[in-house]
């Protein structure tokens, strides 16, 4: 057994000679057998809820109804989660109901795609009834059982699809491919929060265009929030180069670049995006239009700071544009900025204020952003000295 399955094997140990069945289940399981870097590791057991935290004096109970526990061992959190099948799906998202069970096939069958449907056990022995590491080796996204029926159990599980081809490089399986063609729409049932976690995964995935590709073959973004355009604008879109991008805030601001979007605030609404997250791609649309019209200048450096830039010139690469420049070169030019804040000027409001002898006002704001503007173009220098000198030759003071 390897890193990082070695430390929750001691879950896997104590469950068992409790009585238990244990295994390590899901993306671990698939990550291992592909050689990937392996995220979190879930466990799936035959002990019920209450069972599993009597056998560990560190759990935390998050979502105990649908039998899941979290063990904290040797500081790490492991998610187990009792075998279990799921109730009637009645509203194409969540079952209305979980069942405990006590068969592990069972709980693989719930599962949403053969290469997530593999378990381990403490061997390193590879459960695998529904062929999960065929679909590995042939690297085809199949869901588990009957596509349509799946996706009408759980219509996100066609985002997870194609998010899982963006990240893995993999196909869909026709059947799975084309049961999505047909029943996009059910996305209608699925909250957008769970869409948009999966979007941006495919996004930041190792190939989004490819997964934007079938997207757009599948029709898929007809029923995404502001997609609904024409596939030529779509395929339009995803034409571009998307995994030049390194971080998920510029891949929003390319789409809404791209899509033209008119109404930026309520497209951010309609995907849920965070306030943090809204005022990053903002700043970064600022920069992009900016410097597409007018090129790069200490203003906008100044203005939109040295993360955001970078953000755009990447933005910029990816679009081709003139105005792109060596990454190194615009950091040096960030840094080589007089000030990097209004707090780094030498003066101060107060200062303005003793010296003019008057009290605040809008005066005052204007003035300082007048100083602040002539300080980054090297017009003045920053020091009390020069700020005041400048004001008494234009009769300011
Ligand atoms: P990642 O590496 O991105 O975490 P993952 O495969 O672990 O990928 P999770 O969302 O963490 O994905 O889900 C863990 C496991 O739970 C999956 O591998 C799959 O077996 C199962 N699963 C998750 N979501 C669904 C779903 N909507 N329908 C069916 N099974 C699901
Ligand atoms: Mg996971």
Known sequence: MK????????????????GYEAYFVGGAVRDLILNRKIGDVDIATSARPDQVM???????????????????????????????????????????????ISSLVEDLQRRDFTINAMAMNRKGEI??????????????????????????EDALRMMRAVRFVSQLAFSLADQTKRAIQQHGSLLKHVSVERITIEFEK????????????????????????????????????????????????ECWTLLVYLLQVEDEQRFFKEWKLSNKRIKEIQLQLIGLREVINEGWSKQILYSIGQ???????????????????????????????????????AVNGQDLMTWMNKSGGPWLSKLLHEIERKVIENDLQNTQTSIKEWLLSCNRI
């Open 54 to 100: 009597k056998l560990f004096p560190k759990t935390i109970h998050v979502g105990m109804e649908h039998g899941t526990v979290v063990v904290v061992h040797e500081n790490e959190m492991y998610e187990v989660t009792t075998f279990r099948s799921e109730g009637e799906y009645n509203d194409f998202r969540r079952p209305s109901s979980v069942t405990f």
């Open 307 to 345: 993360e955001a830039s970078v953000s755009v010139n990447r933005i910029l690469q990816l679009l081709r544009s003139e105005h792109y420049v060596n990454e190194h070169n615009l950091i040096y030019q960030y840094n080589q900025l007089p000030i990097h804040s209004i707090k780094d000027l």
């Open 3 to 18: 890193e990082p399955f070695i430390h929750p094997l001691y879950i896997i140990d104590t469950l068992e000679e409790a």
């Open 202 to 249: 495919m996004l930041s995935g190792k190939r989004p265009s490819l997964a934007l590709a079938l997207v757009a073959d599948t029709k898929l973004y007809r029923f995404l929030p502001g997609l609904d355009i024409s596939e030529a604008r779509f395929r339009e879109v995803c034409s571009h180069d998307w995994m030049m991008l390194q971080r998920i805030s």
């Open 127 to 152: 459960i695998d009834p529904f062929n999960g590491r065929e679909d590995l080796r042939n690297q085809l996204i199949r869901t588990v059982g009957d596509a349509k029926a799946r996706f009408h």
